[in-house]
Structures are given as structure tokens and as C-alpha cells.
Nanobody, 122 residues
Framework: QVQLVESGGGLVQPGGSLSLSCVAS????????MGWYRQAPGKQRELVAR???????DYADSVKGRFTVSMDNGKNTVYLQMNSLNPDDTAVYLC????????????????WGQGTQVTVSP
């Protein structure tokens, strides 16, 4: 099993910045991808950003140019730098990680953190 622990959420004014981090621990084979989803009240869970262990990143259109995702393979940690925040970014941000079931397996498992609240408000 892999455990994910997020940190860095909080309250920020519109136009401000926040940085999130998520550390994976436990039985780690080789994490191939990490990233962030967000869940706002009354809305569907949305993929915010995803990064592979090789550094390839993808972003939701709504955060492109404002958010930056990065991964430290050695620390099994993913970061999300969020700039120019607006009230629409208010949500619980959940970290995820993907890794193969074993070194020889082509099947993968995904793991989730508990989430950290980000609130953007005057």
C-alpha cells in the first residue's frame, strides 16, 4: 500500500498564490505518475494537473499558465504551484499517484490522498 499526505492548502485572496505538496510513502515500487484533482461543492471531480516521472506535464485548460506541477522522483513528492488564484479555484485538492503492482507487472494501481482545502476569497 501507498499512503499520500498533502500539505499547503489554506485561505488566500484572489490574485494570490499557494503551493501544495504531496508525499508518497509505504510500499513504493516505482511511481510513474503523480498529480492533482480537485473537487468543488456541487461539481464533478476535475483533473487539475498531472506529471510523469520523466517530467511530462498536462494541465486542465482552466489552470494553464497559472499552475505548475512538478515531481521529485527521489522524494516521491509532487508539487503544485498555484498563481493568480481566483474564487473558481476554491476546492478540495486531492493528490494521486500511480505505480505498477510489481516491478514485472503491466497492471497499475492508483492511490489517493485525503485532500487539502484551498479557499480563494477576499
Amino acid at each position: 500500500q501507498v499512503q499520500l499526505v498533502e500539505s499547503g492548502g489554506g485561505l488566500v485572496q484572489p490574485g494570490g498564490s499557494l503551493s501544495l505538496s504531496c508525499v508518497a510513502s509505504g510500499t513504493i515500487v516505482r511511481i510513474t505518475d503523480m498529480g492533482w484533482y480537485r473537487q468543488a461543492p456541487g461539481k464533478q471531480r476535475e483533473l487539475v494537473a498531472r506529471v510523469s516521472s520523466s517530467g511530462t506535464a498536462d494541465y486542465a485548460d482552466s489552470v494553464k499558465g497559472r499552475f505548475t506541477v512538478s515531481m521529485d522522483n527521489g522524494k516521491n513528492t509532487v508539487y503544485l504551484q498555484m498563481n493568480s488564484l481566483n474564487p473558481d479555484d476554491t476546492a478540495v485538492y486531492l493528490c494521486f499517484a500511480i505505480q505498477p503492482r510489481s516491478r514485472l507487472s503491466s497492471m497499475v494501481d492508483s492511490y489517493w490522498g485525503q485532500g487539502t482545502q484551498v479557499t480563494v476569497s477576499p
